[in-house]
């Protein structure tokens, strides 16, 4: 069983930075995608960034809100998955999900972070 623990959530101001961590634990080879999943106050879930390994290749995926803002990565020594944030606006507030999956598709999250950002 996969287990997803976030860290690094808080609160900044209107273009602060802030960098969330994910160790991720049981991985499997039935697991080949990671990311980050956004759910804004009344809103569903989202997917924000999004990581495949796949054999011979990597492909990344932002959603257009956070593109060439956001950075996601992956350190596999330390088994961390990262989403670096920067240019932070209130628009971004809302909880952060640490997710992994297969094939671009999650099934499973951790607990969460709130991000807060204050005009």
């Known amino acids: 069983e996969v287990h997803l623990a976030e860290s690094g959530g808080g609160s900044v101001s209107t273009g602060g930075s802030l960098t969330l961590s994910c160790v991720v634990n049981g991985l499997t080879d039935n697991f080949n995608t990671l990311g980050w999943v956004r759910q804004l106050p009344g809103r569903e879930r989202e997917d924000l960034a999004v990581a495949g390994y796949y054999t011979g290749s990597e492909y990344t995926y932002y959603d257009d809100s956070v593109k060439g803002r956001f950075t996601i990565s992956f350190e596999k020594a330390w088994n961390t998955l990262t989403l670096q944030m920067n240019g932070l606006t209130p628009a971004d507030e809302g909880m952060y999900f640490c997710?992994?999956?297969?094939?671009?598709?999650?099934?499973?999250w951790g607990q969460g972070t709130r991000v807060t950002v204050s005009p």
């Open positions: 997710a992994a999956g297969a094939w671009g598709r999650f099934n499973s």
